[in-house]
């Protein structure tokens, strides 16, 4: 495929739920394969409210909505395989299901129960990153690593692998986000920067960060960049596929903007209504990913009653699943903050972790310590 035109917006299925065609971009998937974003789409909206709600009754210190960005994050997601790797900022709940994540462990890190104890049993992704850009740098670093262990350029395209690293408009402002470009394009790496422009930093707008597309900024750094319709899952799923492809073939590093709107609070500790407008939000809603989706299918006869009530019943089983397995999450225990700090401590921290046990030790005959909670609780007040 020829590289697309720099003035161009990609959309292949409208906000009316209407196919489109487009000169550079298609989708070619069956309805079941569509059939199959929309119920990840619905299930992600669904793990996303369950968890603004647990935050909202004090059982998450926080959560980072991602209402209505779903099909952003589920049509990238699907263009992805192994040995591709994912790297999340830490609004990318939808691609974490897609890629296996327990939604319950999701939770931990909200909770302050743990750090990510997924890390190490979800192959292709990488944690959560929580410093705005930083993530986009690890990309690049492993897309070069990539490169060095012969995993790009190959005959067997199932050899290849890519980097995909997402970040929002605000991020494009950092300067890790520029450096990770600049190493990108001087290196040839194959890493796709997936940019999911929700038009809001926090309060503030993209106009006041970007007088350009930010798509187009990938020019200036000597790769090519695209604005996708980001509430259009057969649009980005489409492009992303054409990106990973450029990039396992050793084409090296393209940007991808998807053109999307945060729907809900930046986080649970954010009012978005002090800063944007109910007909700006309004104007979006009418745009909604699942939506447009669900019309598609329904007047096709490709989905029916039938199956949105299963599906229904599906999200049911997983909010209860997660509202449980929130509340049982268990907190670690003194002496595993220790272990989980660095890998050789040396002998002034292993002292300090043996005074600190023996400390929590003598809390263990105490007349109100009846379980190892209660035990816990008061070794972490005493602190």
Excluded at 148 to 177: C, E, H, I, K
Aim: glycine share 8%; net charge negative.
């Amino acid at each position: 495929m020829s590289e697309p035109a720099v003035d161009d917006f990609v959309q292949l299925l409208t906000p009316d739920g209407e196919r489109v065609q487009h000169p550079d971009f298609s989708f070619e998937g069956s309805y079941e394969t569509i059939a199959g974003y929309l119920r990840e789409m619905i299930l992600a909206r669904r793990f996303d409210s369950e968890a603004t709600a647990l935050q909202r009754k004090g059982e998450l210190g926080l959560w980072p909505p991602a209402l209505g960005q779903e099909a952003a994050q589920v049509g990238s997601a699907s263009a992805t395989r192994l040995p591709d790797y994912v790297f999340p900022s830490y609004r990318e709940h939808a691609i974490a299901l897609h890629l296996g994540v327990d939604p319950v462990e999701m939770l931990s890190t909200f909770r302050g129960t743990a750090m990510a104890p997924w890390a190490n049993d979800v192959p292709g992704m990488h944690v959560y990153s929580f410093v705005i850009g930083t993530q986009t740098l690890h990309a690049v670093g492993y897309a070069m690593g990539l490169q060095r262990d012969g995993l790009v350029g190959n005959a067997d395209p199932d050899a290849n692998g890519a980097a995909v690293v997402y970040f929002g408009d605000g991020a494009t402002s950092q300067g890790d986000v520029n450096e990770a470009f600049i190493f990108a394009a001087s290196y040839t790496a194959p890493v796709v920067f997936f940019c999911q422009n929700n038009q809001w930093a926090i309060s503030e707008p993209i106009a006041l960060q970007s007088k350009i597309p930010l798509y187009r900024r990938a020019s200036g750094f000597g790769f090519p960049g695209v604005r996708v319709d980001g509430n259009d899952v057969l649009a980005v799923h489409a492009v992303t596929s054409w990106a990973l492809d450029r990039a396992r073939r050793g084409k090296g590093p393209a940007l991808i903007e998807a053109y999307t709107y945060r729907m809900g609070a930046h986080t649970t500790s954010d009012d978005p209504t002090k800063y944007r407008s109910n007909d700006e939000t309004e104007q979006w809603r009418q745009r909604d990913p699942i939506s447009r989706v669900q019309t598609y299918l329904q007047n096709r006869g490709a989905i029916d009653q039938a199956w949105l009530d299963a599906l229904d019943a599906e999200c049911e089983e997983l909010a209860v699943r997660v509202r449980e397995g929130c509340l049982t999450l268990r907190e670690p225990t003194l002496e595993e903050f220790f272990d989980h700090t660095v890998i050789d401590p040396g002998e002034v921290l292993l002292e300090q972790r043996d005074e600190y046990l023996e400390y929590e030790a003598g809390f263990a005959d105490h007349p109100d310590a009846d379980t190892d909670d209660e035990t816990h609780v008061q070794v972490q007040e005493a602190f």
